[in-house]
Each structure stands twice: as C-alpha cells, then as structure tokens.
C-alpha cells in the first residue's frame, strides 16, 4: 500500500537558501535533499509537495528532480514558475512540469480516516520570523476551520499553529528535513492519536 507524504520549500539550486541551511553549495544542498527524501519516501508512495520546489525553470533542476522517490504531486507556491496566480505566463510550462508532477494545481483536499485535510503552500495567516504583514493574501484559502497542511513560512521552529482556532501543520523542509508522513501531520491536530 502506497504512503502519503507532504513537504515544500525545497528551492532547489538556491544559493541563499542552501547558505541558509549550512550547505556549502546549491549542489551539496540538493544532494542532500535527495537522500533524505529517499530515505522515507519509497518508489510506490505519493507526495504532495506544496510549493517552492524552485525558482528555476524546471529543465534546470530536472536532473535533481527524477531522482525523488514517489509520485509527486505539486500544490504551486509563489517561486514555482507553474503556479497559475504569480506567473502569468504559467500556462506555457505547466507542461514541462508535468513530466516531473503527477498534477499540479493551488490548493487541494484530501481525507485521511475521516480527518479532511486541506493543502496549500500558504498557510491561513502568517510568515514565520519574516518581519511585515502576511505577503500573497490572495492567494491563501481562507479559513472554515478545516486543518490547513502548508508551506511557505520556513520556520523551523513551529510545526503546528493556529488561525482563529483551525489547525495549520507546516511541512516545511526548513522544519522537517524531510517529508512528513500523513500520520505524522494527523497525530499533530488537536484529538490526533499521539
């Protein structure tokens, strides 16, 4: 039976990230984002990557890319060149991205024993430690008190928040280092089995 995972942000071939996460290089940094990810993600699981996989075109990072396990399918976050709100011109390359995505769109919904579980790249509210107001409003979903599953903050710190009482768990690389497994993201919401 396939697994379920999620992750974002791993900004492929970024420099300033990379720097930021203790890599000498984009290459060491990506390099190690492969094998973390092989490591838990197996070829038969599916993973929802919710945005930022780069800033580059795809065909850039297209090498690094095939390399990760599962079927992967992207929620688009505001780096990634296929997402239909930041790019205007995203209609061109979605069809190079989805030699590499199963499907991409801006937001989807899953189910898990019963818990409905929404997936963005933006979370309701927030930005981490960035200073300022929350950026792209218009893109975030807003909040009907379902759980949130996200991207975007790069805060390693927080995994679990909260937006007007409905639960956001952050699968951020920068908190994780790795992707999470939705029992994981289940066991976090308030009356999850851990």
């Given at each position: 039976?396939?697994?379920?995972f999620f992750t974002s942000d791993t900004h492929f071939d970024h420099a300033m990230v990379a720097r930021l996460?203790?890599?000498?290089?984009?290459?060491?940094?990506?390099?190690?984002?492969?094998?973390?990810?092989?490591?838990?993600?197996?070829?038969?699981?599916?993973?929802?990557?919710?945005?930022?996989?780069?800033?580059?075109?795809?065909?850039?990072?297209?090498?690094?890319?095939?390399?990760?396990?599962?079927?992967?399918?992207?929620?688009?976050?505001?780096?990634?060149?296929?997402?239909?709100?930041?790019?205007?011109?995203?209609?061109?390359?979605?069809?190079?991205?989805?030699?590499?995505?199963?499907?991409?769109?801006?937001?989807?919904?899953?189910?898990?024993?019963?818990?409905?579980?929404?997936?963005?790249?933006?979370?309701?509210?927030?930005?981490?430690?960035?200073?300022?107001?929350?950026?792209?409003?218009?893109?975030?979903?807003?909040?009907?008190?379902?759980?949130?599953?996200h991207g975007h903050t790069h805060d390693p710190d927080q995994r679990l928040g909260f937006d007007q009482g409905?639960?956001?768990?952050?699968?951020?690389?920068?908190?994780?280092?790795?992707?999470?497994?939705?029992?994981?993201?289940?066991?976090?919401?308030?009356?999850?089995?851990?």
């Open positions: 039976m396939p697994a379920v996460r203790g890599h000498d290089s984009p290459a060491e940094h990506d390099e190690e984002i492969v094998r973390a990810w092989n490591k838990v993600v197996r070829p038969q699981d599916v993973v929802w990557h919710l945005g930022d996989v780069t800033l580059r075109p795809i065909g850039k990072v297209a090498g690094i890319v095939s390399r990760l396990n599962g079927t992967i399918h992207l929620v688009t976050g505001n780096h990634d060149k296929a997402a239909p709100g930041v790019n205007p011109n995203a209609h061109r390359v979605q069809r190079d991205w989805l030699q590499y995505f199963a499907s991409i769109q801006p937001f989807a919904q899953l189910r898990h024993q019963g818990d409905r579980l929404l997936l963005s790249h933006y979370p309701y509210s927030g930005e981490g430690d960035r200073p300022g107001g929350d950026r792209f409003t218009q893109y975030r979903l807003p909040n009907e008190g379902m759980a949130l599953v409905a639960p956001m768990v952050h699968v951020g690389w920068d908190a994780w280092r790795r992707p999470v497994g939705i029992s994981e993201v289940v066991d976090l919401l308030p009356g999850g089995s851990s």
